[in-house]
Structures are given as C-alpha cells and as structure tokens.
C-alpha cells in the first residue's frame, strides 16, 4: 500500500520514533503577530500522543 503523501510531506520520525512535525500560521499575515509568537511558530514539534497512530496508518509504520 502506498503512503499518503501529505502525510509523508509534513512529518519526519526521529531517531528515537517519535514524530516530529512543524507549527501551522507562519506563512502570511505576520504583522499583526507578535515577535514572540512568530519565534515559537518555527521550531520543530513533536506529534501529540493522541494524533500518532492515524499518522504512522498514513504513512504505512503499522
């Protein structure tokens, strides 16, 4: 079966199988947020607890 390839576009597996993914609302309208915000909107996250299941069904871990 093949992957979904949105899925396999946003996420990354650690090195230690956890999924990593990026914050959303860092592409336009940046002026009316703050710098803080912006800051914390481009570091890498990791997928909550919750979510990592259909993600590795997506992209075909399990």
């Known amino acids: 079966m ?4 949105s899925a396999k576009k ?5 090195g230690t199988g956890k999924i990593k ?3 959303a ?3 336009h309208i ?4 703050s710098k803080k ?3 914390k909107l481009t570091h890498s996250t990791l997928v909550d607890k919750a979510d990592v299941h259909s993600i590795k069904t ?5």
């Open 25 to 27: 609302f860092k592409s």
């Open 58 to 62: 997506q992209l075909r871990l399990k």
């Open 30 to 33: 940046l002026t009316k947020k």
């Open 10 to 14: 946003r996420f990354k597996i650690t």
């Open 2 to 5: 093949k992957t979904k390839s």
């Open 21 to 23: 993914r990026k914050h």
């Open 37 to 39: 915000r912006k800051l």
